[in-house]
């Protein structure tokens, strides 16, 4: 047994004897501990029915969740991020966080999950941006982690085949993992699990006989780590298992004086792990770049409150909350912000109750652990709560403030812990010899009952994460209360042009947490009077006052109600909090004259050389202002970048012609449209043939030899103002075709 990290069987108890051979041979399938444990040959055939029968669970839990659409946080880390994407170099996915953004950013998130990231960048690879095929992979991924599990339950727990076959079938189809699985994002926690459950195997499985065993582990917690961050907590559940497994030659190397081989095993494990985590939290330390992530109250409020009661209270109420969506996940929701779970401000709040059963539940497992470390007659029992508890850590609050009151992905992986737990008691109930067949009857309709209703709540669930309607809809019927669930749904109305539903909801919004800066931003930008803009956008600058979009915002409201001095100066002080927002400066340029508007343009077509459209629009001034040859390179740039830019190629054109080179005028038209000759008709579906291409070339040329200005891109018809002193477009546009909504 050298190498084994535990099970070295050091008493002559009978049971404990039967358990020894059952981790070392097999368990036996339908006897629990007190039976003959299954020959060591029947092992495959069970294990390969177990995890057929798990994979079978996922896929018809999950099979309607393929059709989904990226939503919500799929968006902005992986549908326009521009590492998964491609469109950046791969050395930035190591310095960069989930999101995107350098980590040396002081906006950055700080979420250091690159091996997430490269699986995403990998997915889009092959297969493009296709949403099914990364659902594909988090489903494939989630039905391996299930596997997983039930190996654990049956290999390391002791649990017997039909029971570690249970847990793995309610660990793949409950209903609390359909946020890790069925959105996108949730890869990070999935993937996370996959490499835990690799290091506690390795570590811990004595199947897995490997002479660097240990080292593996790591390399596992490492990957795991790699995934999300919370993955680094596999190493202290191995060091704490292996403490309870090892307890035994520990006690008698420290009060006999005897050092056994199993103890020599253990004290060269413990140091290599406990160098690993060292290690690795160190890395993960020094990859925040000197600075924690900033978070809101919105995001977390209790971590905003000044009482440090107040902060427990709630602290500890929503530790019991998250406790039971894993027993009863009944009300689930993609976003827990603001007030969805409202503060314990008082002793006398009746939640508190909720929180002292939590509490009582714990002491007393935190009990069983302790006065079974001589007996050892309950591992699962004691694993199991390691699996709750550790790995629901770094989500407390209790070492560091997270950005949330509640995710139900970070349950992903603490759900192994209850699962084990209820199923081992299950086992427990079953195989006692006092209970009556009414009693065994009962709970098997009970668990029967539950998976029946797991499944339906999982597939229902995966149906609100098809779009971005039915995800915020579910949102709202579950947290009506929620803040942020309005303001979305607002958002989503806004865009498919519902403005009277926006508005309502926008200002339910705002009953609801009155400091909503965004909200009012984007309320801001639907108000059809002036002054109602203005004073939306002024309270979300007092509530946030590096709110970027509000600044411009009253900018634009400055400039058409012709407060010019007012406008510049909230253009600047934007500006100032965002050096590089183009708009801002556009703004700017339109507002100024003479030279201070060249050196607007010109700082925006060398901000952004990749946008024809800022080169050609710097090139216009340069040519109204009698900088021809300048001009000239401008133009050429824009068309370097999009050979089929429109607005350059007649600026390039009118150039030509200012210069007297008519003839080459011509034959830029007529290159121009040869080299749109193998594309559609937008819409027509047909080839452009050289006869049309010909007319259309004289068109442009014709159209080339006019003196009229281009109208710059972007820009916005004129506006009057009407009798009852409302600012409107010319065309009848709303005063939001000028603004900049928030996310």
């Known amino acids: 047994m050298r190498g084994s990290p535990h099970y070295h069987n050091n008493n002559n108890n009978p049971i404990q004897n039967q358990q020894y051979h059952q981790y070392h041979h097999g368990c036996g399938s339908g006897s629990g501990f007190g039976r003959r444990a299954r020959p060591r040959h029947g092992w495959p055939e069970a294990a390969v029915a177990v995890y057929a029968a798990v994979a079978v669970a996922v896929t018809v839990c999950y099979w309607n969740g393929l059709r989904g659409d990226f939503v919500h946080d799929d968006i902005p880390a992986v549908a326009m991020n521009a590492d998964v994407l491609g469109t950046g170099p791969l050395a930035r996915v190591a310095t960069n966080d989930f999101w995107g953004t350098p980590l040396s950013d002081p906006n950055s998130h700080k979420s250091y999950r690159p091996l997430t990231t490269l699986t995403f960048r990998l997915n889009h690879y092959v297969f493009g941006l296709q949403p099914v095929w990364f659902h594909v992979v988090n489903v494939i991924l989630h039905g391996l982690c299930s596997v997983l599990f039930a190996r654990l339950c049956i290999s390391v727990a002791g649990l017997e085949h039909k029971y570690g076959l249970l847990a793995g079938i309610v660990f793949a189809v409950h209903p609390i993992h359909t946020e890790a699985v069925t959105g996108i994002v949730g890869r990070a926690d999935v993937l996370a699990c996959l490499f835990f459950l690799l290091s506690f195997l390795t570590y811990h499985d004595t199947r897995w006989k490997r002479r660097e065993r240990v080292l593996l582990s790591c390399t596992f917690g490492a990957l795991s780590m790699l995934a999300k961050e919370t993955g680094l907590m596999v190493l202290l559940v191995n060091l704490a298992y292996d403490i309870y497994s090892s307890w035994g030659h520990i006690k008698k190397s420290l009060v006999e004086h005897k050092q056994t081989e199993e103890y020599n095993s253990f004290t060269r494990r413990v140091p290599k792990t406990i160098a690993a985590t060292v290690a690795l939290l160190t890395f993960r330390l020094y990859m925040l770049q000197g600075s924690l992530p900033k978070f809101t109250e919105p995001d977390n409020p209790a971590a905003f409150h000044d009482s440090s009661r107040v902060r427990f209270l709630s602290y500890s109420y929503v530790a019991a909350f998250n406790l039971w969506l894993m027993l009863c996940p009944s009300a689930l929701s993609h976003d827990w912000q603001m007030n969805s779970l409202p503060l314990v401000t008082s002793l006398y709040d009746i939640r508190n109750i909720g929180t002292c059963v939590a509490a009582a539940f714990l002491l007393c497992i935190t009990c069983k652990i302790l006065s079974d470390m001589d007996t050892q007659k309950h591992s699962p029992q004691v694993l199991a709560a390691l699996l709750l508890i550790i790995p629901y850590i770094p989500a407390s609050n209790l070492l560091v403030t997270v950005g949330f009151v509640v995710a139900e992905r970070v349950l992903y992986i603490p759900s192994m812990g209850l699962i084990l737990l209820c199923v081992y008691g299950l086992q427990t109930i079953q195989n006692h010899k006092k209970s009556s067949n009414w009693v065994v009857m009962t709970t098997k309709f009970f668990v029967g009952f539950t998976l029946f209703v797991f499944v339906a709540r999982t597939v229902l669930r995966n149906s609100d994460w098809m779009s971005r309607p039915t995800i915020i809809k579910a949102g709202l019927k579950t947290l009506p209360h929620n803040a942020k669930m309005h303001y979305n749904w607002a958002n989503y109305q806004r865009d498919v042009g519902d403005t009277q539903t926006a508005v309502n909801h926008y200002r339910e919004a705002l009953r609801l947490w009155p400091s909503y800066a965004s909200a009012h931003n984007n309320l801001g930008t639907l108000m059809e009077r002036?002054?109602?803009?203005?004073?939306?956008?002024?309270?979300?600058?007092?509530?946030?006052?590096?709110?970027?979009?509000?600044?411009?915002?009253?900018?634009?409201?400055?400039?058409?109600?012709?407060?010019?001095?007012?406008?510049?100066?909230?253009?600047?002080?934007?500006?100032?909090?965002?050096?590089?927002?183009?708009?801002?400066?556009?703004?700017?340029?339109?507002?100024h004259t003479g030279s201070q508007t060249g050196r607007l343009l010109k700082h925006v077509a060398a901000y952004q050389p990749k946008h024809p459209e800022h080169q050609a629009r710097y090139a216009r001034w340069l040519r109204d202002n009698r900088r021809v040859a300048e001009a000239l390179i401008y133009y050429k740039r824009a068309m370097a970048v999009n050979m089929e830019h429109r607005e350059s190629v007649l600026g390039l054109a009118r150039v030509l012609r200012d210069r007297g080179q008519k003839s080459r005028v011509y034959r830029l038209i007529t290159w121009w449209q040869s080299t749109r000759r193998r594309h559609l008709v937008p819409g027509g579906g047909r080839i452009v043939f050289a006869g049309d291409l010909y007319v259309k070339g004289w068109q442009l040329y014709k159209q080339g030899q006019t003196t009229a200005p281009l109208p710059s891109a972007g820009e916005p018809p004129p506006r009057r103002r009407n009798a009852d002193g409302k600012m409107s477009m010319c065309n009848g546009v709303q005063l939001s075709h000028v603004m900049i909504p928030g996310k």
Not at 530 to 545: C, N
Not at 547 to 563: D, E, I, K, P, S
């Open 530 to 591: 002036s002054r109602d803009a203005e004073h939306h956008f002024l309270a979300a600058i007092r509530y946030s006052p590096g709110h970027v979009n509000a600044h411009y915002n009253l900018g634009q409201v400055y400039r058409l109600m012709n407060r010019t001095k007012d406008a510049v100066a909230m253009l600047e002080r934007c500006l100032m909090l965002n050096n590089g927002y183009t708009a801002a400066y556009l703004l700017l340029a339109k507002l």
